[in-house]
């Protein structure tokens, strides 16, 4: 489903298109940065918090 999203987030960007993947990239980074620091602070020698991690993002 990823690839699907990406490829209709860069329809408008068709023209330029290195541009455009290296936008939607930079603002998946964006948006996925901070849920990955949370999880990493949240890790304290357990394997709850990066499951509640993967879980949390996969929805």
Do not use: H, K
């Not at 849920?35 to 993002?57: D, H, K, M, Q």
Request: aromatic share 4%.
């Amino acid at each position: 489903m990823s690839g699907s999203m990406n490829a209709l987030a860069m329809v408008s960007l068709g023209y330029i298109a290195g541009v455009g993947a290296a936008v939607v990239a930079s603002i998946s980074l964006l948006v996925s940065l901070p849920s990955g620091i949370a999880t990493a602070r949240l890790r304290a020698g357990s394997v709850e918090p990066p499951v509640a991690g993967f879980a949390r993002c996969g929805l």
